[in-house]
């Protein structure tokens, strides 16, 4: 079956403490990314990749890093969480057409707490 | 830049009731629309999709047309399902962009038998 899987789907933990959400595709995809959404704010891009060792910053960067050493894992790394990081977290992947992508697949999504 | 608008929620429908969700845009260039559907406790799926002008997208009953000259694309159905209960996102891709899904806020739709 084709999915993104993300891993946990719940995690609950303290300021400061380094963490990692795991993001694997299985459809071949060029293009990842990582969103997270918030009450009124819909989902807003974290980051994103169009290929391997290819990524680049979307709207709401600050506080995450990413890799892409491998085509199908887009791991999302909060290297000093703080509570203002709590959210809901989704990773995509797509199809590219001539550098533009299409056919958005997300993943269940990872809460987040941050206490 | 690129942003998207759609009606507040929560809307609380009657079973078989007509549904409109009101979204309009502003993008630079020629965007790509979507409606992405959210059921509880589960991630985004794609809905239905326009990438032109004049584009209807369609699916499990549901409708949108890319309206270029209001920028909308508002989502439509005939009669609404209790299953169809869920949080409806509108959204944009801009086609001369870095391939960001700019979002809507979300509309939380209910039916109630």
């Known amino acids: 079956e084709a999915q993104v899987t993300q891993n946990p789907r719940y995690l609950i933990t303290v300021t400061g403490k380094k963490l990692t959400v795991t993001c694997s595709q299985n459809?071949?995809?060029?293009?990842m990314s990582w969103y997270r959404q918030d009450p009124g704010l819909g989902l807003r891009q974290i980051y994103y990749?169009?290929?391997?060792?290819?990524?680049d910053k979307g709207d709401v960067p600050e506080g995450y890093k990413v890799s892409r050493k491998e085509k199908r894992n887009f791991p999302l790394i909060l290297e000093s969480p703080s509570p203002n990081q709590t959210s809901l977290y989704f990773c995509a992947s797509s199809t590219t057409d001539r550098g533009l992508a299409y056919g958005y697949t997300f993943g269940s999504g990872t809460r987040l707490t941050v206490v | 830049g690129n942003s998207v608008t759609q009606m507040e929620g929560p809307v609380t429908l009657s079973e078989e009731a007509f549904l409109t969700i009101n979204c309009t845009y502003t993008?630079?260039?020629?965007?790509?629309l979507f409606w992405y559907v959210q059921y509880p406790g589960e991630g985004l799926q794609l809905l239905l999709k326009?990438?032109?002008?004049?584009d209807k997208g369609s699916n499990k009953g549901f409708e949108a047309t890319y309206r270029k000259e209001t920028t909308s694309f508002h989502l439509e159905k005939g009669s609404v399902q209790v299953s169809d209960s869920a949080v409806y996102f509108c959204?944009?891709?801009?086609?001369?962009?870095?391939?960001?899904?700019?979002f809507g806020t979300g509309t939380r739709l209910t039916v109630i038998p």
């Open positions: 990749s169009m290929n391997v060792e290819v990524t």
């Open positions: 993008a630079t260039g020629y965007p790509s």
């Open positions: 959204a944009l891709s801009d086609r001369g962009g870095a391939n960001n899904l700019f």
């Open positions: 459809m071949n995809h060029e293009y």
């Open positions: 326009a990438t032109k002008a004049d």
